[in-house]
């Protein structure tokens, strides 16, 4: 029988949240904490990738994280067009790209 009104709502969304939570469990059992083998090799290749732009470099700090096949940056860069940058460089290691890099101006 489906549940119905705020009630069934809610025992919804704490389903969807439990099975999240359960996934991350299952990935921290598997990997511990430092992460998989594989994730950490691909935060590896994206940050040698973006060592070769010099422009993405100092003064911005752009820190790249890696989980189940995900690649994260964040971090400050200071115009749209590196961040834009940025997230094209990531993404030629083939994996999905998630940005979360600020725009900090600086005075620049």
């Not at 069934?8 to 511990?32: K, S």
């Not at 096949?69 to 790209?97: F, H, K, M, N, P």
């Not at 979360?100 to 005075?107: A, E, H, M, Q």
Request: aromatic share 6%; with cysteine.
């Amino acid at each position: 029988m489906l549940e119905t009104g705020r009630h069934g709502v809610m025992v919804a969304a704490a389903g969807v949240l439990l099975t999240g939570t359960l996934g991350a469990c299952e990935t921290l059992e598997r990997c511990g904490w430092k992460g998989c083998r594989s994730d950490v090799a691909l935060a590896a290749a994206v940050e040698s990738n973006l060592s070769q732009y010099p422009e993405l470099g100092p003064p911005n700090t752009i820190r790249v994280r890696a989980y189940d096949g995900i690649v994260y940056l964040y971090g400050d860069v200071s115009t749209e067009l590196q961040r834009s940058q940025a997230e094209t460089v990531a993404a030629l290691s083939g994996a999905q790209v998630r940005d979360s890099l600020s725009i900090d101006y600086g005075g620049r």
